[in-house]
T-cell receptor, first 117, second 114 residues
Framework: DAGVIQSPRHEVTEMGQEVTLRCKPI?????LFWYRQTMMRGLELLIYFNNNVPIDDSGMPEDRFSAKMPNASFSTLKIQPSEPRDSAVYFC???????????????FGPGTRLTVL | DQQVKQNSPSLSVQEGRISILNCDYT??????FLWYKKYPAEGPTFLISISSIKDKNEDGRFTVFLNKSAKHLSLHIVPSQPGDSAVYFC?????????????FGKGTRLHILP
């Protein structure tokens, strides 16, 4: 069974360019999470969806960041315009949220390493 | 402000000895705690968890201890093996929030020395 798939694995872009990160969650999972990992802040939650609906986007740093989940098998995280301080590893994770259980194991993708020059 | 703190950025332990990774939290509403392990160029993977109704949970070589009064938990690995070299993230969640949100610490890099 394929795990969470993220693309691209590496992205190098110039400041001001638009960046789109993609994620395919595990089939059957109904919760999807976007995280960002940096040395300074560690692993921080940006936004998460349940049944394709954004539930909590309080971690999205600025209006330059946006995320969508048009269907159960695909999500995007977009940064427009990108800035050097956005350089980080971005992880997507998914889980199967069961009724009454909010602690279901999250399965992470391999991440996208973003470098903004 | 960090609600989940891992104050040791790195730790080196001799192979075969015990590794102890520590984690502190500030939010008294947290009632479920997890440890994730991360290898380079891979995403974190779930390792072990503990509910606040327990003070210990064991899974093979891995044991997590929870001290609610001190808002402290620790992960023990016995005996430590070379494959345990990785970054370990402590994480916590609050069931009262009725969501899937978990808060991660910054991680501790564990080096197992031969």
């Amino acid at each position: 069974d394929a795990g969470v798939i993220q693309s691209p694995r590496h992205e190098v872009t110039e400041m001001g360019q638009e960046v789109t990160l993609r994620c395919k969650p595990i089939s059957g999972h109904n919760s999807l999470f976007w995280y960002r990992q940096t040395m300074m802040r560690g692993l921080e939650l940006l936004i998460y969806f349940n049944n394709n609906v954004p539930i909590d986007d309080s971690g999205m740093p600025e209006d330059r960041f946006s995320a969508k989940m048009p269907n159960a098998s695909f999500s995007t995280l977009k940064i427009q315009p990108s800035e050097p301080r956005d350089s980080a590893v971005y992880f997507c994770a998914s889980s199967q949220r069961q009724s009454g259980r909010a602690r279901d194991t999250q399965y992470f993708g391999p991440g996208t390493r973003l470098t903004v020059l | 402000d960090q609600q989940v703190k891992q104050n040791s950025p790195s730790l080196s332990v001799q192979e075969g000895r015990i590794s102890i990774l520590n984690c502190d939290y500030t939010n008294s509403m947290f009632d479920y705690f997890l440890w994730y392990k991360k290898y380079p160029a891979e995403g974190p993977t779930f390792l072990i968890s503990i509910s606040s109704i327990k003070d210990k949970n064991e899974d093979g070589r891995f044991t997590v201890f929870l001290n609610k009064s001190a808002k402290h938990l620790s992960l023990h690995i016995v005996p430590s093996q070379p494959g345990d070299s990785a970054v370990y993230f402590c994480a916590a969640s609050a069931s009262m929030n009725r969501d899937d949100k978990i808060i991660f610490g910054k991680g501790t890099r564990l080096h197992i020395l031969p």
